[in-house]
């Protein structure tokens, strides 16, 4: 709903002994917190919220969200956190970690009186942006009753919008690499002063993918302070711990005496599936389970999106949903809004939502593809199941894959069963399938990728007692994906699963030797080296991992194509537009080299030389000056530049500067000395000597000169901004006095306002205060205030009608919460808080 805007209130006169009293109860509060987690017994097992000693703040946001009782890992970690201990934190998934660490990040700094002006205090750290977003909301949630700023740092927009609110934030929640991003860039960005690292999915974070952009965070931050990590296949290797300089950390590991790694709430099964069988066992599955909520995990983004469009156009009736990294973040963000909302829905997703999302209610999870180690596999069946619920999990392996896999299962205490499928019930999909991809030819294009990139994903896996490549049945595999052919693949040796995902993408899977690989895998003697065009290398980027066997069968060594019955077919056939083959520069053709069009040269191996030639023929070739390099005119594009001046300009060549003098003779701008003047001067070396000597001066003085600008132009805005946050300091004592603390975080559907109203304020403020200082003074004034609806606490009410008095004071409010469901909403009300 729009928010409403309130009447402005004048500010009540401060009742000084009425301030008086307040700053000693807040002080006496926070002497007695203090005192008590120092004397705080960390052997004792504590029950409840209410046994720690929380702030008030604290307390109000965690009865606000119905928190009452601790969990485990919450009762063991939370006291020593509060201590300032560093923590390496293990317990299963769904067992409450996000609160272990986020109520110590909310209490250490509240009892340092942390304040907007002593920069960030808090770091945390998501290996995915999906949860970054959710430890964000949690926050938000149980911190609204503090004073802190936090945002969320998580890329998806520019980076000079974020670098603009970052400079005063208390807690950041954010990805690494983006994180990364700003501590190299955002000048704003002061983390001298920071208290507290924390890392979530910590084993996640500290392994090679995020290894160098972590240490290079790391190398930004101070070397004393607090770091916590949790997850719940936490790292124990000193390598790792030795990389964030831990100080003698407490290493508490709840469940490790437990007779399982994963929740006890759980079910898990495994079903033995011939891989060419998988997706019929899918969607059977599928069929026979409309009334829930499944999570499918596969091993890459080209088969979730696969299987998705396929069974999609199956329509099994139950929604579906796909999620994988190379979506748009909007996109992401909205589905896992929509699979959090659904109470019945598929989501078919790769190890992206394998780690710490805390979908609810989720009652399956499948595990289509075997996970690369039993960590993903705890992680992946860790989506259901979660905090006292029941789940269920079932694990699809091929027969090779059964016994190293149940042998790594078992080592890691994962107790899992062994179920059949029923085969009266077994639906094949297969034949429609086909069907679907001889009749689309973009679905049979995302399935030749989508078997690709399954192939390569098992063979580049560590563990070869597991994946075996050569031991599945790869042709009938491809026929189960609809495919009328099995795709070729090539692969480089000696590369691990997590270098290639962390490789550009380009550079994955491309054998060196591919263009001289024979069908059989033998080596072709090297060819001569031939001239490449561009169109080469748009048909090798297009296909190079598609080059399957049937396709080269379709491809005569004249280029034109051949149907599979062997028929000579001129034009492609609709289901083959990707890989239409035309003869390129044919003399006269008019639907000449655009640079999207299908065209390739010589994707048959066929001869080269004598295709290098055919092609010459065609192409004019236009001399613009003798000084130029000669444009060639081999398309109907580049007879188009002909008639540009401007672009022809690059054809040209440059032009001389020339210079004249007070006769007007015109001379070259840089002309010889007379060679006897020259001499006269002395000899060359000492000149040269003299020159060099006398410029660096010139450059060292200049340099000076900017140094010293420079610094006074940093001088000057320092103490501008000292200037501004003591006004703001008074200010703020002022409003504090009148209006209590002010929350900054508020939860994303029970505050009173919203996204919406933070930034309508904010347009507000920007309309009608143009001047930048001005404008900063006010947007800080206008604090919002967010409140519980779901309290009934007294305390809670009359806090809540003197933050909505006061929020009226100085801020037009809004009455109806706000949803925040968008990146846009969350990014808008860190706007709206930073101010
Ligand atoms: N003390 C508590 N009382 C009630 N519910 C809780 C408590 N602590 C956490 N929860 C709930 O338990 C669920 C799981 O919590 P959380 O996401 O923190 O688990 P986790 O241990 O981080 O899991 P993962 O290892 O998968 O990341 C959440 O829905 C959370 O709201």
């Known amino acids: 709903m729009a928010p409403t805007k309130g009447p402005r209130q004048e500010r009540k006169p401060v009742d000084s002994s009425a301030r008086k009293l307040k700053k000693t109860r807040a002080a006496t509060e926070l002497t007695t917190i203090t005192q008590r987690v120092q004397e705080l017994d960390t052997k004792v097992r504590l029950e409840a919220f209410s046994d720690l000693p929380l702030s008030d703040p604290t307390t109000s946001g965690l009865s606000a969200s119905h928190y009452k009782t601790l969990t485990d890992i919450q009762s063991r970690a939370i006291p020593h956190a509060l201590k300032g201990r560093d923590i390496l934190g293990a317990a299963k998934t769904g067992s409450g970690k996000t609160l272990a660490f986020l109520i110590p990040v909310l209490e250490n700094l509240y009892r340092k009186k942390w304040a907007e002006h002593d920069g960030l205090g808090a770091l945390i750290l998501s290996p995915t942006r999906e949860l970054a977003i959710q430890i964000f909301e949690v926050l938000r949630k149980v911190g609204r009753f503090h004073a802190f700023s936090a945002g969320l740092v998580i890329g998806g927009k520019s980076l000079k919008e974020e670098q603009e609110r970052l400079g005063r934030m208390n807690i950041l929640v954010c990805t690494p690499g983006r994180m990364l991003q700003h501590l190299d860039q955002t000048a704003d960005l002061d983390v001298y002063n920071l208290q507290m690292l924390v890392l979530d999915e910590a084993d ?56 399982s790694a994963t929740p006890s709430t759980l079910q898990q099964h495994y079903i033995v599936t011939p891989l060419p069988e998988k997706l019929d066992t899918l969607y059977s599955f599928i069929r026979s389970n409309l009334k829930s909520k499944t999570m499918v995990f596969m091993s890459s983004g080209k088969q979730v999106r696969f299987v998705y469009e396929s069974l999609r156009h199956l329509q099994p009736g139950i929604p579906l949903l796909h999620l994988h990294g190379r979506q748009k973040q909007g996109g992401r963000l909205d589905i896992t809004t929509r699979f959090s909302q659904a109470k019945h829905a598929v989501l078919f997703s790769t190890d992206i939502a394998a780690r710490g999302l805390d979908f609810p209610a989720v009652d399956w999870v499948i595990q289509l593809d075997c996970p690369e180690d039993t960590d993903t596999y705890i992680h992946r069946v860790g989506r259901t199941a979660r905090y006292e619920r029941n789940g269920r999990a079932v694990l699809f392996l091929d027969p090779s894959e059964e016994a190293g896999m149940l042998k790594n299962l078992e080592q890691k205490k994962v107790p899992i069963e062994r179920i059949n499928v029923r085969t009266k019930k077994q639906q094949t999909v297969k034949h429609q399938l086909q069907n679907m991809c001889f009749k689309d030819a973009e679905l049979k294009y995302l399935g030749q990728k989508a078997f690709i990139s399954y192939v390569k994903s098992v063979y580049v896996q560590k563990d070869k007692e597991i994946f075996k490549v050569k031991e599945l049945a790869l042709d009938e595999f491809a026929a189960s994906l609809g495919l009328p052919g099995t795709p070729r693949i090539k692969f480089i040796k000696g590369e691990d699963s997590k270098i290639q995902k962390n490789q550009p993408r380009a550079l994955r899977y491309i054998s060196s030797d591919e263009s001289d690989q024979e069908e059989d895998g033998t080596k072709k003697t090297k060819k001569k080296e031939v001239v490449r065009t561009k169109y080469d290398r748009m048909f090798e980027r297009r296909n190079q991992d598609v080059l399957a066997d049937h396709y080269s069968k379709l491809i005569n060594d004249d280029g034109t194509m051949v149907d599979q019955d062997g028929g000579i077919n001129g034009d492609a056939d609709e289901d083959d537009n990707f890989l239409t083959v035309k003869r390129r520069f044919d003399a006269g053709d008019q639907a000449l080299g655009d640079e999207d069009s299908d065209v390739s040269l010589s994707a048959d191996g066929g001869d080269d030389e004598e295709e290098e030639e055919a092609i010459t023929k065609d192409i004019k070739v236009v001399k613009i000056s003798d000084a130029a390099e000669p444009l060639v005119i081999d398309s109907k594009r580049r007879e188009k530049l002909l008639k540009s001046k401007k672009k022809l300009l690059k054809y040209k060549g440059h032009g001389t500067k020339i210079v004249f003098d007070e006769e007007g003779n015109a001379h070259n701008a840089y002309e010889l000395e007379d060679e006897d003047k020259f001499h006269a001067h002395g000899d060359a070396d000492t000149q040269r000597v003299k020159f060099l000597e006398t410029e660096a001066e010139k450059t060292r003085l200049a340099d000076l000169e900017d140094k010293e600008v420079a610094k006074q132009k940093k001088r000057e805005k320092k103490e501008k901004k000292k200037d501004r946050e003591r006004e703001l300091a008074e200010e703020e004592a002022e409003d504090a006095e009148q209006g209590g603390r002010v929350a900054f975080l508020a939860p994303p559907d029970e505050g009173e306002f919203g996204a919406d109203a933070a930034m309508s304020d904010y347009e507000d403020d920007r309309s009608e205060l143009d001047e930048p200082e001005a404008a900063t003074k006010k947007k800080n004034k206008k604090r919002v205030s967010f409140s519980d609806d779901d309290s009934d606490d007294d305390d809670d009410k009359a806090r809540k009608t003197k933050r909505s008095k006061r929020s009226h004071k100085t801020r037009s409010a809004p009455d109806e919460p706000v949803e925040v469901n968008t990146l846009e909403d969350l990014e808008a009300l860190a706007t709206g808080l930073l101010g």
């Not at 500290?206 to 972590?214: C, I, N, P, R, S």
């Not at 930004?220 to 000193?238: G, I, M, N, Y």
């Open 204 to 259: 996640r974070i500290l392994d090679m993918g995020f290894q160098q952009t972590v240490d290079a965070i790391v190398e930004h931050l101070p070397q004393t302070r607090q770091t916590l990590l949790f997850s719940a296949t936490q790292t124990k290797k000193v390598s790792d711990l030795a990389r964030l300089s831990l100080q003698d950390p407490e290493y508490v590991a709840v469940h490790e005496a437990a007779s």
